[in-house]
T-cell receptor, first 109, second 116 residues
Framework: AQRVTQPEKLLSVFKGAPVELKCNYS??????LFWYVQYSRQRLQLLLR??SRESIKGFTADLNKGETSFHLKKPFAQEEDSAMYYC???????????FGRGTSLIVHP | GAGVSQSPSNKVTEKGKDVELRCDPI?????LYWYRQSLGQGLEFLIY????????KSGLPSDRFSAERTGGSVSTLTIQRTQQEDSAVYLC??????????????FGPGTRLTVT
């Protein structure tokens, strides 16, 4: 069985501070991992996926197979980063992702 | 181009009534997903359609839930004899559906269902 855990329901930081949203997963094979974001009054959208190794809006995420983690990081948070963030996992060859419960990020001015 | 659309945006219904939720995916997307988003529960997978293949219904919580996809495009999610615990936001997503694994999903705005 595959599982995604986002231990923090809420993360509150000040503008300019570093931010790390935690994601831990449980999966026996090679996973594909994603971060999705939902800004206020907007649709859920893909932020980044680990295979692309991109930095989107200053966010990066590294897959750590030893710690089974895929934490989302940004060195300097901006107010516009305030949103709900979901980590998701798909098993190799599976089209159906498992989502975490989400972390609400609030960036204060 | 047009994204995924869903209707209605809001639905209030009485316990015991049936409801139908509609999803129009992005044209050309062969894969379509339904999810349920409850407060504090994240996204719960319900059902997955891929082209003309039989759908993966493994996420449907009970036999009161069903979905169909006509002509490989529009999909409807039906909930029969609604219960208060069915209250949630129902999200639809579509993707190209090609390749050997998941590709980017494009989400609709959701339908907020309230069962009174």
């Amino acid at each position: 069985a595959q599982r995604v855990t986002q231990p923090e329901k809420l993360l509150s930081v000040f503008k300019g501070a570093p931010v790390e949203l935690k994601c831990n997963y449980s999966y026996s094979g090679s996973p594909e991992l994603f971060w999705y974001v939902q800004y206020s009054r907007q649709r859920l959208q893909l932020l980044l996926r680990h295979i692309s190794r991109e930095s989107i809006k200053g966010f990066t995420a590294d897959l750590n197979k030893g710690e089974t983690s895929f934490h989302l990081k940004k060195p300097f948070a901006q107010e516009e980063d305030s949103a709900m963030y979901y980590c998701a996992l798909s098993g190799r060859g599976s089209y159906i992702p498992t989502f975490g419960r989400g972390t609400s990020l609030i960036v204060h001015p | 181009g047009a994204g995924v659309s869903q209707s209605p945006s809001n639905k209030v219904t009485e316990k015991g009534k049936d409801v139908e939720l509609r999803c129009d995916p992005i044209s050309g997307h062969t894969a379509l997903y339904w999810y349920r988003q409850s407060l504090g529960q994240g996204l719960e997978f319900l059902i997955y359609f891929q082209g003309n293949s039989a759908p993966d219904k493994s996420g449907l919580p009970s036999d009161r839930f069903s979905a169909e996809r006509t002509g490989g495009s529009v999909s409807t999610l039906t909930i029969q004899r609604t219960q208060q615990e069915d209250s949630a936001v129902y999200l639809c997503a579509s993707s190209l559906g090609r390749g050997n694994g998941p590709d980017e999903q494009y989400f609709g705005p959701g339908t907020r269902l309230t069962v009174t």
